[in-house]
């Protein structure tokens, strides 16, 4: 799966170590699931369904799931399943700034293996929320602390067009200079 997901140097919450029932707060492998109304389920009901194998993280009628790191994170993900609504996953650094933001379009019924992560140095939160109260499921939430290397850049055709014309007339500049040199 790591291969899958870009995930390593993390943990996997399956969440079947997690008791089954309903809490205001769920704290698994270094990772804290809240919501600001409300309970979050853990359980097997939907286990096979959903993007979901076994037990589960649910949320019944939420509009928010916030996550707090234990420590600092490359990156994370999870299978999403359930969702009648468009969400969006955003990543917070240790003093709330956005690193990563992305939208996760509704699932419905899908058991196509939906899974969504963000990928930022420095993650310390993170929060899905949605307009207006839905259904959703969360399973393999899965963390990564490996170092993220430098993005490279790579630049846009216009840029390259660009680049290629100045360095053609630098060239013809050195070019003629050169021939006014020898001239004299």
Known sequence: MEAATGLSGGAVIDFEAVTSGYFNQISAGGVTFTTPTGALGVETQYGGQFNAIGKSLKSVSHTRIDMAFDQALTGFGFFFGASDLTWTLSAYDALGALLESQQ??????????????????????????????????????RTSTAPLGPVGVVPEPSTWAIMITGFGAAGAMLRRRRQAMLAL
């Open 104 to 141: 996760i379009s509704p699932t419905g019924v899908s058991n196509a293996g939906n899974f969504y992560g963000l990928k930022a140095n420095g993650i310390r939160s993170a929060r899905l929320t949605t307009t207006t109260p839905d259904y959703v499921i969360i399973d393999d939430f």
